[in-house]
């Protein structure tokens, strides 16, 4: 594997390999020096052209754990505001000289597009609504890490309730929980949903349930995302209210939770749309432990992508 | 430039040995042409100037109802010329030009100015389009008859539907004494907005906005409606779906005087060709499924699609580049609908020649020159080709300014070899000779 753009890229036994290799990085982000010189004399370049200061900071730590230097372009104090095409941006970049693209754009494709224009790796950090491969990554790790039985998702009855149709999170979460064994519900309105093709499923290995309520006290995950308030804009949604009233996590609706159910949530959280419930009150919360496990997966993400030296992982400074 | 004299004034020129394509059938003859005109059709005939058609079929001169010239406005992308010259390339020998040119042609100074332009290049007629509304905007109602005048028979804001179904009656009402034929692009925009790509599940998985098919069937629909209560003709431009098919189909059956086309790429391509987010595969409306296609193939076999026009819509790279949202929709098309047409339908030289020729002609209004049979005392508009050849398109080996070709190193058999507009050759074995 050269590039990471979709989840797809990865087959199970490349996903179960990278979520081993994330427990190391784990193990590494435990020490007292928190860095190892795997990717020493490395360059990885964040290329954001949409603001994503959370992810870029994940990407960018993970990649200076690893020794990486790191060098960042984002759009707002780049030239690209002068009219230079993204391709002249990563043709001059990857002339300086850089191993790895990371790449946030808020159109799909583009990632994929990257690739014909440098031999660098290219790893999409996120692309319109397509995907978030990192994110699901991620994701399945800190189910697999709190539910514990081994890479294997088999079993296990996921609910991702929300605006999945312009949630590029939502592709790639469904798609890697999906492949790992769980049975994946979408659950939010029909105009909120992917159009699938002549009754089949909005998303691959996917089922639909209109209802939050009728499924929220059998499922063993929990994962809620963030709804844009301007979607009543489009008819998506008559309003916001409406929106919390029949899919937020309310209070109420936690008490319906069984026992041990994990809360998951990509963030941004939105307190007063989706999350009517302070996570910090949810012993099933995960949603900070998503956090932390992000920079573990990319480390091991940016490690297996750019064939890090395996000693590197135990050589501490 | 041409190194043939125009018209072959030293001589007549004699077309060997191929095989005549005309509505009564195809047989065996020599053609020779003689100062633009057709003059004799039969056997053993002799000249100076020889072009071998052995192998070959010999029909009139092919006729696009849906070119995009760019000129004026988007000469980066093609100019009447470099259009006129791909056209040729592929048997073509008169075009449509869209309106949607910058400014639009929706005056006398447009339409006069992209008609001498043609008839600068020399290589086929131009016959420029004119707009349904000022500016394809869709409010205020063209100058059609000012148009007319001109000698436009075809009006559309292709690239955009009008929307308004009150502007679209009036049109329609307003056309109708005229000898004149409106040709709608059906789309819905409000269900479009932002669109990709067909709505299904290839852009579901890709995350992208998707294009229904609800959105071209629904203003088809009522347009038909339209032509049902005002009587006056409409021509609807390449049809994509199923369902569109069948709506025209029973129009056809209610003697309405309605007719068809479709795009070779709609013949041909599906949605998944979109899944590594290359732009060249964005047209609009968008690659569907094949289901689509093949509804669509019955469609031009059972004679419920009277036309294949290309759709030909050159860009630049640097806009095919861009992200698949942002990049411009349209493809490349004149030089390779016929072999399009015999590789996925291959309905037969008479019924190719209906396709490609005949029916367009007459859909244009232009059947004065073009269309014509292939017999003494008609205009020497024709091409030669084959439906057997087979060969591999390379988006190189163009006269088209861009490269934006979707069938780039596919195999297609049925390729044009000659082109002879108004007497002269100005193709001769795929090469164009000015």
């Known amino acids: ?317 | 430039m041409s190194k043939q004299t125009r018209r072959n004034a030293a001589g007549d020129l004699v077309i060997k040995s191929g095989s005549v394509v005309n509505p009564d059938g195809i047989r065996r003859a020599d053609v020779r042409v003689s100062d633009g005109m057709v003059t004799e059709v039969g056997e053993n005939l002799e000249g100076p100037n020889l072009l071998d058609a052995e192998g070959l079929y010999v029909s009139s001169g092919f006729v696009d109802l849906h070119t995009h010239l760019r000129e004026p406005g988007r000469e980066e992308a093609e100019t009447v010329e470099t259009g006129s010259r791909a056209a040729a390339r592929g048997g073509y020998t008169a075009v449509v030009a869209m309106p949607n040119t910058d400014p639009a042609q929706d005056s006398v100074h447009v339409v006069r100015f992209v008609r001498e332009q043609g008839r600068r290049a020399g290589l086929v007629d131009v016959h420029p389009a004119g707009c349904i509304t000022v500016g394809r905007e869709g409010r205020q109602l063209a100058p059609y008859a000012s148009l007319a005048a001109e000698g436009v028979r075809i009006f559309t804001d292709d690239g955009n539907g009008v929307q308004d179904p009150l502007v679209m009656r009036r049109a329609l009402e307003y056309a109708r004494d005229l000898g004149i034929v409106l040709a709608q692009h059906c789309e819905v925009s409000s269900l479009t907005g932002g669109a990709v790509m067909h709505e299904g599940s290839c852009c579901s998985s890709m995350g992208v906005p998707g294009w229904p098919s609800i959105a071209e069937e629904l203003m088809l629909h009522r347009d038909i409606e339209l032509v049902r209560l005002t009587g006056a003709p409409m021509h609807f431009l390449h049809l994509s779906t199923a369902g569109s098919v069948e709506l025209v189909r029973r129009a056809k059956k209610d003697g309405l005087p309605v007719t068809a086309e479709v795009a070779p790429h709609h013949l041909s391509l599906t949605d998944e060709l979109l899944a590594g987010f290359d732009a060249v595969f964005k047209v609009n409306p968008p690659l569907r499924t094949m289901a689509d296609i093949e509804a669509l193939r019955a469609g031009v076999a059972d004679g419920t699609i009277d036309a294949v026009a290309t759709d030909h819509a050159p860009h630049p790279a640097r806009t095919k580049e861009l992200p698949l949202d942002q990049a411009p929709p349209g493809m490349l098309g004149l030089e390779t609908a016929l072999g399009v047409v015999v590789t996925s339908v291959n309905p037969g030289p008479v019924r190719i020649a209906e396709l490609l020729s005949w029916n367009p002609a007459r859909i244009a209004g232009i059947t004065e020159r073009h269309g014509r049979p292939v017999a003494p005392g008609e205009p020497a508009n024709l091409a030669v080709w084959s439906n057997e050849s087979v060969w591999t398109v390379s988006r190189d080996d163009t006269a088209s300014r861009s490269r934006n070709n979707p069938y780039h190193g596919m195999e297609l058999r049925g390729r044009t070899v000659h082109t002879i507009h108004d007497g002269e050759i100005v193709v001769r074995n795929g090469e164009a000779l000015k």
Not at chain 1, 48 to 58: A, G, N, Q, W
């Open chain 1, 1 to 317: 594997m050269r590039h990471l753009l979709d989840t797809a890229d990865m087959d199970v036994p490349a996903i179960s390999g990278l979520l081993d290799m994330a427990d190391h990085m784990a193990e590494i982000n435990t020490r007292a020096v928190p860095k190892v010189p795997a990717l020493r004399g490395r360059t990885v370049a964040s290329v954001f052209m949409e603001d994503s200061t959370r992810t870029r900071l994940s990407f960018e730590t993970a990649a200076k754990r690893l020794s990486a230097d790191v060098m960042t372009f984002s759009a707002s104090t780049s030239s690209v505001n002068k009219g230079e095409s993204l391709r002249d941006t990563i043709e001059t970049l990857s002339a300086m000289g850089v191993d790895a693209f990371v790449v946030r754009h808020k159109s799909s494709g583009v990632p994929a597009a990257v690739t014909q224009w440098t031999d660098a790796t290219v790893v999409n950090a996120g692309d319109g609504w397509h995907q978030h491969p990192t994110q699901g990554l991620l994701d399945a790790y800190t189910v697999t890490r709190s539910l514990g039985a081994g890479n294997s998702m088999s079993g296990l009855t996921v609910a991702i309730v929300g605006d999945v149709k312009h949630s590029r999170v939502a592709r790639s979460t469904s798609d890697v929980f999906h492949r790992l064994g769980a049975r994946v519900l979408l659950v939010g309105p029909a105009t909120l949903m992917p159009s699938g093709h002549c009754g089949g499923p909005a998303l691959p290995g996917t089922e639909c349930a209109p209802d939050l309520d009728s499924v929220i006290g059998g499922v063993d995950v929990l994962y809620m995302l963030r709804m844009q308030r301007e979607r009543m804009d489009s008819a998506l949604v008559p309003d916001i209210a409406e929106y919390s009233c029949r899919f937020a996590l309310t209070p109420e609706r936690a008490k319906s939770l069984r026992e041990g159910a994990l809360v998951m949530h990509p963030g941004p959280m939105n307190r007063d749309v989706e999350m009517l419930v302070d996570p910090a009150m949810l012993p099933g919360s995960r949603i900070l432990a998503q956090v932390s496990n992000g920079v573990s997966v990319r480390m091991a993400v940016l490690f297996t992508l750019l064939g890090g030296a395996p000693g590197g992982l135990v050589e501490t400074r």
